[in-house]
């Protein structure tokens, strides 16, 4: 599977800040394909007649390439890329969106985790080595159907993840959660706190709440009670 990108095409397009050339959203169309990825770019309506190049709005457009976004753009991105599990290219950190009512968790995880910044150099796009290996890994997680984290949590929210998926196909930062829970028992704060130090996810973009978190366990025949309101768990037996 192809990791999926949207591209803000408001952002690339924007050589500076008087200048917009809808070449650069093909340019960046063009070398992400290049790179294996699934490319597709969203561009507010009203930026067309700013730009220097206007025909090749239209020609992306017409190939099913860019997409014309009326109202909210960065909403509709940060939408697609969330409905997805897909990657976003761009260099805004869409700061002022953060204190907004739809701006959640698993949004802010999102924008930490997928975002793509870049650069284009001599006509071509580069994008940071460090980034660029976050993707392989990403992508080879994905030829081992790896779970992704959006897609495990959204299993875990609605009944649970089969027991049937062998450990090594649930997402890394579970299976690490997973292997951080000891013999001895230890509270669900405590594993939390282990879990984010490890990771950086908290337990609840994991597994959404602790009666989520719980479930998964015993299912997985970790033995977990409730003490003194409180929840124990400790090491499935061998």
């Not at 969106?97 to 650069?119: F, Q």
Request: charged share 30%; glycine share 4%.
């Amino acid at each position: 599977m192809r990791p999926k990108v949207y591209i803000d095409g408001a952002n690339v397009a924007h050589k500076d800040s008087k200048t917009i050339h809808a070449s650069r959203i093909e340019i960046a169309l063009n070398d992400l394909t290049k790179e294996g990825f699934e490319s597709h770019a969203l561009l507010p309506d009203y930026q067309v007649k700013k730009m220097e190049d206007p025909e090749i709005v239209k020609k992306l457009v017409n190939e099913g390439r860019l997409t014309l976004i009326t109202n909210y753009d960065d909403v509709v991105l940060i939408t697609r890329a969330y409905d997805n599990n897909a990657w976003i290219l761009t260099n805004d950190r869409f700061r002022d969106h953060k204190n907004k009512d739809w701006w959640t968790p698993e949004i802010n995880l999102l924008i930490s985790n997928r975002m793509i910044p870049y650069e284009i150099i001599e006509g071509e796009l580069s994008i940071p080595l460090d980034v660029r290996l976050k993707i392989e890994k990403y992508s080879n997680e994905c030829s081992m159907h790896q779970l992704s984290v959006p897609e495990f949590k959204k299993h875990a929210t609605n009944g649970g993840v089969s027991t049937d998926i062998p450990l090594k196909e649930l997402p890394e930062p579970v299976q690490v959660a997973i292997n951080l829970i000891t013999g001895k028992e230890i509270t669900y704060s405590d594993w939390g706190s282990l879990v984010k130090n490890e990771t950086g996810y908290r337990l609840k973009d994991l597994f959404g709440n602790v009666k989520h978190a719980s479930r998964f366990l015993k299912s997985r025949r970790y033995p977990v009670r409730n003490a003194e309101n409180k929840i124990y768990v400790k090491a499935a037996a061998a």
